[in-house]
């Protein structure tokens, strides 16, 4: 495991820390990434079939798209931090993509009828930033009225506990930590070795950030290695 | 890009959000593709309520496309595939796959390239 440096906290500190140990990787292992995330989750996969016909949404760090081909009934603008990952989401109809980052996203307060951000804010590497994220795309939600229940957001992080998992981690590890992403380009090559920045969440800990960022947490669980949680403003 | 993609779209600058001048941004120098797909006149009905028109039309002229209707489509105007046809072409089909598109609040510039339009903010704006 690489040695993490989280002693120093101002915001052009972690931004930088971020491009090396997360926005320079995925550019770098776009491809390669893609070619392994295929699969839909079966939480988000019911969480966006359900919503009704012509719902506009958003898909906030939406990696290769592997959640836009589920309903083609609604529509999705979907943004990726990463350009390359971009390039490889781009062509699921309806939809749209663009290259945003989570905590300034370019789109209108109050107006979208909901939100996925599925594996994204655990790249985040301050308990701060993590919820301004949060917070950001809560920012876009329809609120709630007497009339209309408002928007809702399903997000999704990697969980510290997971023992039965090929990493193994569990409770009382680190939770701030690097995992190696292997790939080769072809078999005679050797393989290289990228690290990503995780921040691994603990039981009940995606609920206080999205409580911190002024959220109303509707349902939460656990799936697959991951905290999950569905939450409106 | 999508035309229908920068109906929801605005600056990506924190302090433009409350501006009305930041939305919708403004398109220069577009260069303009059809792309074809498959006519889904459900699709279209269920999503106009959600378009802001006046947008949609201005940004629609600044790409040098004539009016379409004065007000959006209701009930009756749903019915009628002519319209429906004329909003799937505008709205899905054409595409902006070069330019720029500008916050009338604080002139940023935010780059399409291939398609692909990018909302990353240099860092002194962020």
């Not at chain 1, 906290?9 to 995330?37: D, G, K, N, P």
């Not at chain 1, 209309?148 to 193994?168: D, F, I, M, T």
């Not at chain 1, 039981?203 to 697959?224: F, H, M, P």
Request: charged share 25%; proline share 6%.
């Amino acid at each position: 495991m690489a040695s993490l440096d989280q002693s120093s906290s101002t915001l052009e500190s972690r931004e930088a820390y971020e491009e090396m140990h997360v926005h320079e990787v995925y550019q770098q292992i776009a491809s390669h990434f893609s070619s392994t995330r295929y699969k839909p989750w079966p939480i988000v996969k019911q969480f966006l079939t359900q919503l009704t016909p012509g719902s506009i949404g958003l898909d906030v760090g939406c990696g290769n798209g592997k959640y836009l081909p589920v309903n083609q009934n609604v529509f999705i603008v979907a943004s990726d931090r990463s350009e390359n990952l971009a390039r490889i989401a781009v062509n699921h109809q309806p939809h749209s993509v663009i290259v945003a980052d989570i905590l300034n996203l370019p789109h209108p307060d109050n107006f979208f009828d909901f939100a996925i951000s599925i594996a994204v804010v655990h790249h985040l590497s301050t308990p701060d930033r993590r919820t301004q994220a949060i917070r950001e795309i809560l920012r876009t939600l329809k609120p709630p009225t007497k009339e209309n229940p408002g928007g809702k957001v399903l997000l999704y992080a990697w969980a510290l506990e997971q023992k039965s998992s090929r990493r193994g981690w569990d409770k009382g590890d680190l939770q701030d930590i690097m995992v190696p992403w292997v790939t080769k380009e072809s078999s005679s090559d050797l393989p290289k070795v990228f690290h990503r920045y995780y921040h691994l969440y603990e039981a009940t800990e995606l609920e206080r950030d999205i409580t911190n960022a002024g959220g109303l947490v509707l349902e939460s669980g656990y799936e697959k290695d991951n905290w999950w949680a569905i939450a409106t403003r | 890009m999508k035309l229908i993609t920068a109906n929801f779209l605005t600056c990506a600058v924190k302090g433009c959000k409350t501006s009305p001048a930041s939305f919708p941004l403004h398109f220069r120098d577009a260069e303009l593709e059809l792309q074809e797909l498959e006519f889904q006149p459900e699709f279209i009905c269920n999503i106009v309520p959600r378009i802001n028109w006046d947008s949609f039309q201005a940004m629609a002229n600044e790409l040098g496309f004539p009016k379409i209707l004065d007000k959006k489509p209701e009930s009756d105007d749903l019915k009628d595939e002519k319209i429906l046809r004329e909003l799937h072409r505008l709205l899905l089909e054409t595409q902006i796959i070069e330019g720029r598109l500008i916050c009338g609040n604080c002139g940023h510039e935010y780059l399409i390239k291939e398609g692909i339009a990018n909302f990353l903010l240099p860092s002194h704006l962020v």
